[in-house]
């Protein structure tokens, strides 16, 4: 495929699935998770996250400790750090792919890319599902520092009170895991923020920047007191309804009654419901916007 790409009215990005190969695309995110997991920026991201997660965990075992008081339960030692992780966490994962599409342009390698016959579309699906990939990289991390270390300071068995089972260890692995596949969900809008910034960026310290200036705009819209918005006919929408990084919280809070007693019947409830809207608008602006920007780009240059 030649760099120089037809961007008329009557090629849509639909066009550029003509003669999709499965096989070829396969290749290609291959290709970009090796690329993007050897940069030393993106391991020491990881490193810096563990590193993160286990002084954490140390200080807060302590903390308990010197104020003579307790998690309770491994789960709920687990949960608290993810929690720590993941307000932390965020902002590293959002620079991490800040850099997917930028360092392309920083040193050039997207003309290499799209001198072969790979689209741009799927050139950036491709770096698309790489996030995805990153980011389940770094939950998992948390998990497993968490459950790790509420394994060694309080034990991860069935979860008792008084000699009573609340809750056999099944039934809390099962929400757990449940609540990694909802923390994807404002992670994946979060993803697709970065990747639009990156998209219409030249340079990677410059998608970096811009992008940790919009990711804390819309993190601070996020804590706007929910009293202040505007009414929309008879409905009262909120600010900080548009501040969606704040609802990764969502899912933990959640989970977070579990550990205490609380059952989790559901799932499907409305603060699940109103992040499941929310990021899925954002996601899908987001989205269409960098494939657009990328579409029309001239990489020429």
């Not at 563990?50 to 302590?62: D, K, N, Q």
């Not at 750090?81 to 994962?93: F, K």
């Not at 039934?171 to 757990?176: A, E, N, R, S």
């Not at 998608?207 to 819309?218: D, K, L, Q, S, T």
């Amino acid at each position: 495929m030649s760099i120089e790409t037809k961007t008329g009215t009557g090629w849509g990005l639909l066009s550029e699935f003509r003669g999709f190969s499965l096989l070829r695309f396969l290749v290609v995110i291959k290709v970009e998770l090796y690329k993007m997991l050897n940069y030393w920026v993106i391991r020491g991201g990881y490193i810096a996250m563990v590193g993160i997660a286990l002084i954490a965990s140390y200080l807060t075992f302590h903390i308990e400790q010197a104020a003579k008081l307790s998690s309770g339960s491994g789960y709920a030692f687990a949960v608290g750090l993810m929690l720590r992780g993941v307000d932390i966490g965020s902002s590293i994962i959002f620079l991490m792919i800040c850099m997917i599409f930028s360092v392309e342009m920083t040193w050039g390698t997207v003309k290499n890319i799209l001198s072969r016959p790979v689209t741009r579309i799927e050139m950036m699906l491709a770096k698309y599902i790489t996030a995805w990939v990153m980011i389940a990289i770094a939950l998992m991390i948390f998990l497993t520092v968490g459950l790790g270390m509420g394994w060694h300071y309080y034990g991860l068995g069935d979860l008792t009170e008084d000699g009573y089972l609340l809750f056999k260890k099944s039934v809390m692995f099962k929400h757990l895991l449940i609540a990694m596949v909802m923390l994807m969900i404002p992670f994946i809008t979060i993803s697709s923020l970065a990747m639009l910034v990156s998209s219409f960026s030249s340079t990677m310290g410059g998608a970096m920047i811009m992008g940790i200036i919009c990711y804390f705009f819309f993190d601070l819209v996020g804590i706007i007191p929910s009293n202040l918005g505007f009414h929309l006919g008879s409905y009262f929408v909120p600010f900080n309804l548009f501040g969606f990084p704040i609802l990764r919280f969502v899912p933990l809070t959640i989970l977070d009654d579990l550990p205490a007693g609380v059952p989790i019947t559901t799932w499907w409830v409305g603060d699940i419901q109103k992040m499941i809207l929310v990021c899925g608008i954002y996601f899908l602006v987001f989205f269409c916007a960098s494939l657009v920007i990328v579409k029309r780009r001239d990489f020429t240059l």
